[in-house]
């Protein structure tokens, strides 16, 4: 593939325990990856990522808080139970499951986020882009889009 | 066969007596095919009660419409009786106000199937007791067998007997076996993943965005749905390939854990679109992974509704 895949990154605010890497995610994210910046990643609709889906994104990355330290006490468990389940639904009719990464991500480690992301991004490269799901027109081409 | 007098009797009661302020239940519809949904208000009416194998809607749909203090009385069906006690659940209705009639049930039978091998001028159909339909046609007289026509999630059925019914007409049934269930998921995912979407594909895109699975389902009762809502605009609600397969993924998403199986989905669907290989892969996930199934009784949450520390060594990456 010679196109650099899109992906979208939902990031919980909290999980970033780093100053300069919360910093890098705000500020230096590279043109590919469009961020999606949540309160907790309980405040994610699966909505939310099926959007991403359709509107053509080859890697949906979500990264939270370590079970038992997110900041609302239990939204990341609860978000975890549901997204795992849809990207297993979206599996089943066709958008394969390496395609959604989750990320618990622990307070205390540096730079794990620039990490994590590269190696999804190889990851996608060989899968080749997700023409599959999505079907949305896009804005700029018009037509039927409301 | 069902004893229908024993029913209409039970019925009766329950209304000359007071113990509820409706009965929901059936009567012959327009056709002999569709027999509809009706809502008994005083005894008298009960006379035209009817109950065979076509009787295909689930009437636990007819729950949320009526107010919470109003007493009701309702025929359930193995799948209608878990609807109730997921509704009951999810706080739609208090279970005392309800009096819940038991029919053990053998399934219910696919009209298309019918019209299939005899033709669209069906003039009646009688059940008969060694398990075949006798249908009369205007092509002539049909004796069809009884299995053969049944809808697709009713041969899969697990629970047919009513499971928490104030009163139960008729013997109760063995149970299902889950594994039939599962077949079909299990055929289904190990389909490569073209294939699977082709499918997905070729069933979203004869959706005309009539919501009748929406209206047929008794655990859809939001007041107002996310494809009506406007701001923010959730998904397309046009009949665009996004909308239609947007709304096919979430409708059965929104399901999950809550879905009984009842396939009233898709035997509302006017367009014969096939959804049921969606819940069940849902349902077949909730067994699996979290041994729940919906409606067992009214007091276990559902997956998604509950969260425990343990599932920290499941999403481990």
């Known amino acids: ?146 | 066969m069902l004893d229908l007098d024993a029913l209409m009797a039970e019925a009766k009661r329950v209304l000359d007596e007071g113990v509820v302020e409706m009965v929901i239940g059936f009567k012959a519809g327009d056709t002999p095919l569709h027999p509809q949904p009706a809502f008994f208000t005083s005894s008298e009416e009960i006379d035209q009660l009817a109950y065979n194998a076509l009787c295909q809607n689930n009437l636990a749909t007819y729950l949320t419409r009526f107010p919470k203090t109003q007493k009701i009385g309702m025929l359930v069906r193995g799948c209608e009786n878990r609807s109730v006690n997921a509704l009951v659940f999810e706080g739609q209705h208090p279970r005392e106000g309800l009096y819940l009639i038991g029919i053990p049930c053998e399934g219910i039978i696919d009209w298309r199937k019918i019209v299939e091998q005899t033709g669209e001028e069906v003039i009646s159909v009688v059940e008969q007791s060694d398990n075949t339909m006798l249908v009369e046609a205007r092509s002539g007289y049909f004796t069809l067998e009884k299995h053969s026509l049944l809808h697709e999630s009713c041969a899969r059925c697990i629970h047919p007997n009513p499971i928490s019914a104030d009163i139960v007409i008729g013997d109760l049934l063995p149970e299902g076996d889950p594994a039939l269930a599962r077949e079909q998921v299990a055929a289904f995912a190990d389909l490569p993943v073209e294939e699977r979407h082709a499918w997905f594909r070729q069933e979203a895109e004869r959706c005309i965005r009539c919501y009748a699975c929406r209206e047929a389902c008794p655990m859809c009762y939001c007041e107002e749905c996310f494809v009506d809502h406007i701001s923010p605009r959730w998904t397309e609600s046009g009949t665009t390939p996004a909308g239609m397969q947007g709304w096919h993924i979430v409708r059965a998403f929104h399901q999950t854990g809550r879905c009984t199986s009842c396939g009233a989905c898709e035997r509302a669907c006017p367009m014969d679109i096939k959804m049921t290989y969606l819940t069940e892969k849902l349902n077949d996930d909730m067994r699996r992974k979290y041994n729940f199934e919906v409606g067992l009784d009214a007091e276990t949450p559902t997956p998604f509704s509950t969260v425990t520390l343990d599932d920290k060594s499941r999403f481990v990456v």
């Open chain 1, 1 to 146: 593939m010679s196109e650099t895949p899109k992906l979208v990154l939902f990031q919980c605010q909290w999980c970033l325990f780093a100053p300069s890497d919360q910093e890098w995610v705000d500020t230096q994210l590279p043109e590919n990856i469009h961020l999606a910046k949540v309160p907790c990643t309980g405040r994610i609709n699966p909505l939310y990522l099926l959007n991403a889906v359709q509107g053509g994104a080859d890697g949906v990355m979500v990264s939270g808080c370590l079970p038992e330290q997110c900041h609302f006490k239990t939204g990341n468990i609860a978000a975890r139970r549901q997204l795992d389940e849809f990207s297993d639904f979206l599996n089943y009719i066709g958008y394969e499951k390496d395609r959604i990464r989750f990320l618990w991500l622990d307070l205390q480690d540096r730079g794990i986020i620039q990490k994590e992301l590269a190696a999804f991004e190889a990851q996608i490269t060989t899968l080749g882009p997700a023409q599959n799901l999505a079907t949305r027109v896009s804005e700029t081409a018009g037509g039927a889009n409301a």
